[in-house]
């Protein structure tokens, strides 16, 4: 331990021993001072495109550490330039293209250094700029124009780097994929519709080009041809269609008769357009395409407060119906045969098909053959003060298809349950002679019957199976609901006379007030399938389904036998018969020659609808007559008395039919009572009928008896 201590003490007393004598600290060490700065910035060159920024670093550097700051000590000629760090960004002008600089210079600490920055910007070709609009609209998708040859339009074309730019129009309607091509008038502002030929909506793409690059823009509107009209004072006009085509074989005559103001025909004319491009079709959208190929509608719009029709009702001329008949409902017989004349007076005997009348007289929808009329008294939909509903445009909508369903499609009532309606006192609403003529035509309308057993009905096609019967009531007699397409009864079963709930042809039970007071659509607004069966059959007569015509060759060697039938060949097929056999060679033909035969000899084509999903479902046996709706379809060359059908309920006793065939016997006497005849071999087994032509649901034949030639 001493030890220790010793060598700790010798080493302490050195220690102070070198720190003693009084000498001066050492001068602090100063460092050198840095060297001068010196900033190096050099030329450089980068390039954009046109309408296109570039941003680079600048080519800079320093002998030391150093942050500099940048300015443009000479600003760019066709641009602008900022700095942030070391980078900078040049933005030329708007449209420029071409050489630009400019001068840079960085500085610190009193040092600077200038370069030059050259900038190349690459020319673009600019996209034209292209506007387009209506001069007026009505806030509506397709804005109704009266328009014959020249549209105006707002439009305007630019283009900064050309004034030579090529603008085209093309036109399209609604459900088509046609292009028509129409003219711009850049200087006239508007659209020349020469080459729109057909009224309805349209949709116009416009499409603008500076050779390499183009622009685009739209219009919707609905175009309406106005029709030249020297005999009165009427305005006509082609809401759809073109009633001058014949092509187009629906005519349709629509009378704004005796409207109360501007404000209330706008109304109607809004409401056809909803009509004929959504609202008949539903629920069928190849019904849609029906109407857009084949229908033509004219409006005869008489001036505000006038009629031409001098409308009454059973109010004004008591029974004008008939004995018994609603004092509300129009005095059809009437108003039908003069509706009918003032048309013809302006477009000639036997123009339209079909005719509707609107009036501002307030009474019950009816329909009379191919005439309805329907009332219009307000451009509102809803309820009045008292609490009833308007006669607004949805009602008239409702009332209208129903009644286009009676004349257009033959359909019948389905909410006369027997006939047997009871007025407010229980007692019968319509007298037993009404009854009785009403059971007699029965059978004439494609959706309802009076035979009880389901597969012996006229739509057993319709059918999904045995067991689940379209519209069969399986739980009591009145309900309304069905196993299979259709609610209520399928037939006649105590009361029940196949009512069809889910149907626009339907009176009695559904609640259309969602309709009426709020735009709510449902399925009671829509066809059921037999009606949208009905519609596609009597569009295909009207198109030709029956122009079938025969001709012998030189020395009664050749027959040729050939049609009018005009048909889109993407939708339908016309399939050639010959006894029956398919010729298969002769698809889509409008005509076939046979060489002379013996005995007799049937030539027949028929219509296949050949989409995915088609309409027609309904089979037509060629040797059968009247097998399609019982004839409905057929040639309609008048009604018939016929024996009864089996399994009818009781009380009928009467049935009227529809003859389809037209035979011509020796002599020349013409036959056409379908009580002599069903089938060819019928007509055959009398030996002496020398031909006879038969108008089916879905074709035409012409049978020969070539002994006579």
């Not at 028509?180 to 006239?188: C, K, R, Y």
């Not at 409902?329 to 098909?353: H, L, S």
């Not at 229980?426 to 009403?438: A, F, L, Q, R, V």
């Not at 060819?680 to 087994?685: P, R, V």
Request: hydrophobic share 35%.
């Amino acid at each position: 331990m001493k030890k220790i201590i010793a060598v700790f003490s010798t080493v302490i007393l050195a220690a102070c021993g070198g720190g003693g004598g009084g000498a001066e600290a050492p001068a602090p060490i100063v460092p050198p001072a840095p060297a001068p700065l010196t900033i190096t910035l050099n030329d450089s060159s980068h390039s954009t495109d046109e309408d296109n920024s570039v941003t680079a670093n600048f080519d800079v550097s320093t002998n030391r550490s150093a942050t500099l700051s940048y300015s443009a000590s000479d600003e760019p000629d066709y641009g602008s330039v900022s700095f942030s760090g070391n980078s900078f960004t040049y933005t030329p002008n708007d449209n420029f293209f071409g050489s630009d600089e400019f001068e840079v210079t960085a500085s610190a600490e009193g040092a600077s250094d200038s370069a030059k920055i050259s900038l190349a910007i690459n020319s673009v070709n600019d996209v034209p700029v292209l506007e387009v609009s209506l001069v007026e609209t009505d806030g509506s998708d397709y804005p109704l124009k009266f328009v014959t040859d020249a549209l105006p339009i707002n439009i305007s074309a630019s283009d900064v780097e050309t004034s030579a730019l090529d603008i085209s129009a093309s036109a399209t309607f609604a459900s088509s994929t046609e292009q028509i091509n129409l003219s711009v008038d850049l200087q006239g502002q508007s659209l020349d519709l020469t080459n729109l030929v057909n009224s309805g909506p349209v949709n116009v793409n416009f499409l603008v080009s500076d050779g390499e690059a183009s622009a685009s823009a739209s219009i919707n509107f609905w175009r309406s041809k106005p029709i030249t009209n020297d005999v009165t004072s009427d305005e006509l006009y082609n809401l759809y269609g073109n009633s001058e085509n014949a092509d187009r074989g629906f005519r349709y005559a629509i009378f704004l008769d005796n409207m109360p103001s501007e404000e209330v025909v706008t109304s109607a004319q809004n409401a056809f357009k909803f009509f004929f491009s959504d609202f008949l079709a539903s629920p069928s959208a190849n019904l849609q395409r029906i109407i857009d190929d084949y229908f033509n509608v004219v409006i005869i719009e008489s001036p505000l407060n006038s009629s031409a029709l001098n409308v009454t009702t059973g109010e004004d001329v008591p029974d004008c119906r008939g004995e018994g008949s609603d004092p509300r409902g129009y005095c059809i017989y009437e108003i039908k045969p003069a509706a009918i004349a003032y048309a013809e007076t302006i477009f000639g005997e036997n123009y339209f098909d079909n005719y509707s009348v609107v009036t501002s007289k307030e009474g019950r929808g009816v329909n009379l053959g191919n005439l309805n009329i329907q009332p219009l008294l307000s451009a509102q939909n809803g309820v009045d003060d008292e609490g009833y509903y308007l006669y607004g445009p949805n009602r008239l909508l409702q009332t209208l298809k129903h009644e286009f369903g009676h004349g257009y499609q033959f359909l019948g009532d389905h909410y006369i349950s027997d006939f047997i309606r009871e007025d407010d006192d229980g007692n019968p609403y319509y007298p037993e002679s009404k009854w009785t003529n009403k059971r007699m035509y029965t059978e004439t309308s494609p959706d309802i019957t009076y035979v009880q057993e389901p597969l012996e009905s006229k739509w057993v096609h319709k059918f999904k199976s045995t067991s689940t019967i379209a519209g069969r009531d399986d739980e009591s007699d009145q309900a309304n609901e069905a196993v299979g397409w259709w609610s209520g009864c399928y037939s006649h079963d105590e009361i029940c006379h196949r009512s069809s709930y889910n149907s626009i042809m339907n009176g009695t039970y559904t609640n259309y007030s969602d309709w009426y007071l709020n735009d709510i659509r449902h399925d009671g607004l829509n066809w059921d399938p037999v009606a949208v069966e009905g519609f596609e059959l009597r569009s295909l007569a009207e198109q030709g389904l029956h122009s079938i015509n025969a001709s012998l060759g030189s020395n009664n060697e050749t027959l040729t036998v050939s049609t009018q039938l005009n048909v889109n060949d993407s939708v339908y097929e016309i399939r050639w018969y010959i006894n029956g056999v398919l010729q298969e060679s002769n698809t889509n033909e409008k005509s076939i020659t046979v060489s002379k035969s013996t005995g007799y000899q049937s030539i027949a084509y028929r219509v296949f609808d050949i989409r995915e999903e088609p309409i027609i479902t309904v089979t037509d046996d060629i040797e059968q007559f009247g097998d399609v709706y019982l004839g409905e379809y057929g040639g309609k060359t008048g009604f018939w008395y016929c024996p009864l059908l089996p399994n009818v309920w009781e009380g009928i006793t009467e049935r009227l039919c529809n003859s389809t065939f037209y035979a011509v016997y020796e002599g020349d006497s013409i036959y056409t009572a379908p009580s002599i005849a069903s089938s060819n071999a019928d007509l055959e087994s009398y030996s002496n009928f020398k031909y006879w032509y038969e108008y089916s649901g879905l074709g035409s034949q012409f049978v020969i008896n070539w002994t006579y030639y």
